[in-house]
């Protein structure tokens, strides 16, 4: 969810219908504007921001126009109007930028049922998602900047993980990543587990060595974690969308 509060003074008495419906109005209408110059700056990917996607700005201002206000609230002089736009579902954010993405040379695929077994006999163990832990990283040139379709790179550059490795209908559903500040324990106590499902009882944590370009939006991991991670893809939650980025401050939560 992408979620904010759009605000309007109260110069009439809110207790009359018809003066409560058009603050409300107001404050909606102010929502959707705010609403609307955050999404305008959301990164798609290191290469591009939601402004420079003409077709994708005018379905997202469809969807804004037709949302209403989720909670309204009202003080002696503010009417508040709470909007929260899904971005993940059909026909939302995440799923009109997907097609654009295409296969990369190098990513990470799907698993059967039998490769992901024989991965898990192979290391003795079988992870259920994956973390990568960006807290270090909270200068301000170095600090990762969220996007739809972030991507793990090893130290060369190759890619780990990216929308190209996310089977469509996860991605859909779930995008391609959460960002969280908080990152459980390796082992999730489990009446934890129903609170942050994405990851897993057992998630495997990997920490991130810096951000990748201009943008930073990408992250890169070392060698010996890049080993790692490719060693359990084969449990399949790479294309299951089972990843969490951790960085230090975020104002969004999932994608």
């Known amino acids: 969810l992408c979620g904010v509060t759009g605000r309007a003074r109260i110069m009439k008495d809110i207790t009359i219908e018809i003066?409560?419906?058009?603050t409300e109005q107001e404050a909606a209408d102010e929502g959707r504007r705010r609403l609307a110059r955050y999404l305008a700056r959301m990164r798609i990917d290191s290469?591009?921001?939601?402004?420079?996607?003409?077709?994708?700005?005018?379905?997202?201002?469809?969807q804004l126009d037709a949302l209403p206000p989720a909670e309204t609230d009202s003080s002696r002089a503010m009417f508040e109007a709470r909007l929260k736009l899904p971005l993940r579902g059909q026909d939302r954010l995440v799923s009109l930028v997907l097609p654009t993405v295409k296969p990369a040379e190098g990513a990470?695929?799907?698993t059967t049922p039998a490769e992901a077994q024989v991965a898990k006999e192979a290391s003795g163990e079988s992870f259920t998602g994956l973390i990568v832990d960006a807290r270090h990283l909270a200068a301000a040139?170095?600090?990762?900047?969220p996007a739809i379709l972030s991507r793990i790179?090893?130290?060369q550059g190759t890619l780990l993980y990216g929308a190209e490795s996310v089977d469509p209908a996860y991605a859909r559903e779930a995008g391609v990543a959460a960002y969280m500040q908080w990152i459980h324990p390796l082992r999730i106590a489990p009446e934890l587990i129903r609170h942050r499902p994405r990851e897993g009882e057992r998630p495997l944590m990997v920490k991130a060595v810096s951000t990748v370009g201009d943008a930073r939006c990408d992250l890169a991991v070392s060698a010996s974690d890049a080993s790692r991670i490719r060693e359990a893809a084969g449990a399949g939650f790479l294309s299951a969308a089972r990843v969490i980025n951790s960085p230090a401050t975020t104002s969004v939560s999932l994608f």
């Open 19 to 22: 003066f409560r419906k058009i």
């Open 108 to 110: 990470s695929i799907a």
């Open 47 to 62: 290469g591009s921001r939601l402004e420079e996607r003409a077709e994708l700005s005018a379905a997202l201002k469809k």
């Open 153 to 155: 790179l090893d130290a």
């Open 141 to 145: 040139d170095t600090r990762p900047v």
